[in-house]
């Protein structure tokens, strides 16, 4: 055990973490020089839609080699909306390395991985990033990092850590800041601290086997795969042991061992105490269970998840054109596929509702959107709607979620911003300059106010705000807001969509559909410029008459339609309408598609209001 590190890599999201790893990996010669591997970046960010959106979605662990010592490095998702992630792995690490971006500094997500990191007692190491940043102030960052060790700790000895310098796309690392970031350089400076400062995994190598499943793989010839550190004593393949779960115990056999070889898994004849392994042959497992040998069903503590926040209904596609586009379109398939994505992600709940609909509850609009995302490229229909907050009865007063809304953008915009949050009843909790530019505003919301905002600041501020919350604390339910978006152009016909009757539609605002695409009636079409909703026949063409005009002839000319992402989607949306989502289409609609249906429902949709 002397010869192994358990070390979790935890930032704020987009502060260097998976490029730093990238270093480590390339570095440590896992690859030869010709690997193709060599020349890629984000190598753990293996999942298509992490590559995608930049950003680490799901926990992972490789291990490295340096001076006979093998590493093993935890991989954590750096967003609020995936803290189950980070909450359940943290445990099988001993240290962590923080990596804080030297321009941003300490961001909301930094502070909830510290204070975890502080629960665990684990020893952590600073790491200052992107120091070759234009802006990038070293001394503020050092002060605010201390600040906040100085509010999170909880023993005298976690004020005491060594500070490194990086400039992670280099991949280096310096002990003092460096005059010249050109100056050679590698990560050999932070592995050796690694070495010297993370301690050693002090489990118990004598004693009958123990382990908690922290995280599940699957593999199509291996079956399920169970990830953790050995708690305590030694496995073998064919060793038999006991699940203790909420559930009971039950019985299984070890089929295989498995520890971490680079960003391979390399199987072994035997792994002990204080390594993270992967063993297979027990199918019916979950996160959170422990496994020990036979007799002793006592199980390890595991990790508390925090709870979710928001939810949205899941249900059949039951427009029109359903089931065109998609490969699973029944409610039988929906639930199984949300019941098996239980399995892994803990921070999701689930529960089926009387109209034979399920509602998904999540950590935040992100985590909510990535399982949606995830379901269509798998070939799953399916219509969503609008996200809600979950509320809580606390000392019989209903509360609900607030959330620390953190926001950098350049000086120019403060009266942008300050107008926007003031109206979703934002409350200001500190002010600052971070540089001759840009301002840093933290504002107190409740996250009902918080949907669709990062999208709209986005927007106002030309793509250059940085936007970030972190889930704070239950209050007593604030003022009711108006509804924030203009009124809906809503298709009264089915058909095809024609670009004279788009024509006419984008006389009274924007619209979401192309000439040539199929509609429905129900279906909206695009965004009014008032507050109301109109009706209008997107499907309508030009009659054709036996007359000759030459101002008849003329060319119609479209502005091209918005296409929204699938979160822009679900910001979209209110309550009476819906989100078809397919493999190839995202359709917004009306939960009641006739006029007649509308007009009927009404009373119910006022009072939703």
Same mark, same amino acid.
């Given at each position: 055990?002397?010869?192994?590190?358990?070390?979790?890599?935890?930032?704020?999201?987009?502060?260097?973490?998976?490029?730093?790893?990238?270093?480590?990996?390339?570095?440590?010669?896992?690859?030869?020089?010709?690997?193709?591997?060599?020349?890629?970046?984000?190598?753990?960010? @293996?999942? #298509?839609? &992490? !590559?995608?959106? +930049?950003?680490?979605?799901? $926990?992972?662990? =490789?291990?490295?080699?340096?001076? %006979?010592?093998?590493?093993?490095?935890?991989?954590?998702?750096?967003?609020?909306?995936? @803290?189950? #992630?980070? &909450? !359940?792995?943290? +445990?099988?690490?001993?240290? $962590?390395?923080? =990596?804080?971006?030297?321009?941003? %500094?300490?961001?909301?997500?930094?502070?909830?991985?510290?204070?975890?990191?502080?629960?665990?007692?684990?020893?952590?190491?600073?790491?200052?990033?992107?120091?070759?940043?234009?802006?990038?102030?070293?001394?503020?960052?050092?002060?605010?990092?201390?600040?906040?060790?100085?509010?999170?700790?909880?023993?005298?000895?976690?004020?005491?850590?060594?500070?490194?310098?990086?400039?992670?796309?280099?991949?280096?690392?310096?002990?003092?800041?460096?005059?010249?970031?050109?100056?050679?350089?590698?990560?050999?400076?932070?592995?050796?601290?690694?070495?010297?400062?993370?301690?050693?995994?002090?489990?118990?190598?004598?004693?009958?086997?123990?382990?908690?499943?922290?995280?599940?793989?699957?593999?199509?010839?291996?079956?399920?795969?169970?990830?953790?550190?050995?708690?305590?004593?030694?496995?073998?393949?064919?060793?038999?042991?006991?699940?203790?779960?909420?559930?009971?115990?039950?019985?299984?056999?070890?089929?295989?061992?498995?520890?971490?070889?680079?960003?391979?898994?390399?199987?072994?004849?035997?792994?002990?105490?204080?390594?993270?392994?992967?063993?297979?042959?027990?199918?019916?497992?979950?996160?959170?269970?422990?496994?020990?040998?036979?007799?002793?069903?006592?199980?390890?503590?595991?990790?508390?998840?925090?709870?979710?926040?928001?939810?949205?209904?899941?249900?059949?596609?039951?427009?029109?054109?359903?089931?065109?586009?998609?490969?699973?379109?029944?409610?039988?398939?929906?639930?199984?596929?949300?019941?098996?994505?239980?399995?892994?992600?803990?921070?999701?709940?689930?529960?089926?509702?009387?109209?034979?609909?399920?509602?998904?509850?999540?950590?935040?609009?992100?985590?909510?959107?990535?399982?949606?995302?995830?379901?269509?490229?798998?070939?799953?229909?399916?219509?969503?709607?609008?996200?809600?907050?979950?509320?809580?009865?606390?000392?019989?007063?209903?509360?609900?979620?607030?959330?620390?809304?953190?926001?950098?953008?350049?000086?120019?915009?403060?009266?942008?911003?300050?107008?926007?949050?003031?109206?979703?009843?934002?409350?200001?909790?500190?002010?600052?300059?971070?540089?001759?530019?840009?301002?840093?505003?933290?504002?107190?919301?409740?996250?009902?106010?918080?949907?669709?905002?990062?999208?709209?600041?986005?927007?106002?501020?030309?793509?250059?705000?940085?936007?970030?919350?972190?889930?704070?604390?239950?209050?007593?339910?604030?003022?009711?807001?108006?509804?924030?978006?203009?009124?809906?152009?809503?298709?009264?016909?089915?058909?095809?969509?024609?670009?004279?009757?788009?024509?006419?539609?984008?006389?009274?605002?924007?619209?979401?559909?192309?000439?040539?695409?199929?509609?429905?009636?129900?279906?909206?079409?695009?965004?009014?410029?008032?507050?109301?909703?109109?009706?209008?026949?997107?499907?309508?063409?030009?009659?054709?008459?036996?007359?000759?005009?030459?101002?008849?002839?003329?060319?119609?000319?479209?502005?091209?339609?918005?296409?929204?992402?699938?979160?822009?989607?679900?910001?979209?949306?209110?309550?009476?309408?819906?989100?078809?989502?397919?493999?190839?289409?995202?359709?917004?609609?009306?939960?009641?598609?006739?006029?007649?249906?509308?007009?009927?429902?009404?009373?119910?949709?006022?009072?939703?209001?």
């Amino acid at each position: 055990m002397q010869n192994i590190r358990n070390i979790a890599v935890i930032a704020h999201v987009d502060h260097g973490k998976t490029t730093l790893i990238d270093a480590f990996i390339k570095q440590s010669h896992i690859f030869r020089d010709n690997e193709e591997e060599m020349n890629e970046t984000c190598l753990l960010d @293996s999942n #298509e839609l &992490e !590559r995608e959106r +930049g950003i680490t979605i799901l $926990a992972k662990n =490789i291990s490295v080699n340096f001076k %006979g010592t093998k590493i093993n490095i935890i991989d954590t998702p750096g967003h609020a909306d995936f @803290s189950g #992630e980070v &909450e !359940r792995t943290l +445990g099988m690490a001993d240290g $962590a390395l923080l =990596i804080v971006d030297a321009q941003e %500094g300490p961001m909301p997500q930094t502070r909830f991985v510290l204070k975890k990191a502080f629960e665990l007692n684990l020893k952590v190491i600073v790491v200052i990033n992107k120091i070759d940043k234009p802006n990038a102030n070293i001394q503020a960052t050092e002060h605010k990092i201390g600040n906040l060790f100085l509010e999170l700790a909880t023993r005298d000895d976690q004020l005491e850590y060594p500070t490194l310098y990086a400039v992670g796309k280099s991949g280096k690392v310096f002990t003092t800041p460096p005059a010249d970031f050109n100056q050679p350089g590698n990560v050999i400076p932070l592995l050796d601290e690694v070495l010297n400062y993370i301690p050693a995994p002090t489990n118990e190598e004598t004693g009958t086997f123990k382990m908690l499943v922290s995280s599940l793989d699957y593999n199509t010839h291996l079956g399920r795969i169970l990830v953790g550190k050995i708690f305590r004593g030694t496995i073998k393949p064919g060793q038999k042991v006991t699940v203790v779960g909420e559930d009971g115990v039950k019985s299984g056999q070890i089929d295989k061992v498995y520890v971490s070889t680079g960003l391979k898994r390399c199987e072994v004849a035997e792994a002990k105490a204080g390594d993270i392994v992967a063993l297979t042959g027990i199918s019916e497992v979950k996160i959170g269970q422990t496994l020990s040998t036979s007799g002793d069903n006592e199980p390890l503590p595991s990790a508390q998840i925090s709870e979710p926040t928001l939810h949205v209904t899941v249900g059949p596609n039951t427009s029109p054109l359903c089931g065109r586009e998609g490969e699973f379109t029944t409610a039988r398939q929906i639930e199984a596929r949300l019941a098996h994505e239980l399995e892994t992600n803990l921070s999701l709940k689930l529960e089926k509702l009387e109209n034979g609909k399920y509602q998904v509850s999540g950590r935040g609009e992100l985590h909510l959107a990535v399982l949606l995302e995830t379901l269509r490229r798998e070939g799953y229909e399916v219509e969503v709607g609008k996200p809600e907050v979950i509320y809580k009865t606390i000392n019989g007063q209903k509360c609900e979620p607030m959330e620390e809304v953190n926001i950098v953008a350049p000086k120019d915009y403060m009266g942008t911003i300050s107008q926007e949050l003031g109206k979703r009843l934002g409350r200001i909790k500190h002010m600052e300059p971070i540089n001759d530019q840009e301002m840093e505003f933290v504002y107190i919301m409740p996250t009902r106010t918080i949907l669709g905002l990062r999208s709209l600041l986005l927007t106002a501020t030309k793509g250059t705000v940085i936007f970030n919350s972190q889930f704070i604390d239950f209050e007593p339910v604030g003022p009711f807001l108006p509804k924030m978006r203009k009124g809906a152009l809503i298709a009264s016909d089915s058909g095809e969509a024609l670009s004279y009757g788009l024509q006419a539609a984008q006389e009274r605002g924007v619209t979401f559909v192309e000439p040539g695409e199929m509609i429905y009636e129900g279906q909206i079409v695009g965004m009014n410029q008032k507050d109301e909703d109109i009706e209008i026949n997107a499907a309508k063409g030009k009659h054709l008459t036996n007359m000759r005009s030459k101002s008849s002839d003329g060319v119609i000319q479209l502005t091209p339609a918005i296409k929204y992402s699938l979160e822009q989607c679900l910001d979209f949306l209110e309550s009476d309408e819906l989100l078809e989502i397919t493999p190839k289409s995202l359709r917004l609609r009306k939960k009641y598609l006739t006029s007649i249906e509308r007009r009927r429902h009404r009373e119910e949709l006022k009072n939703v209001y």
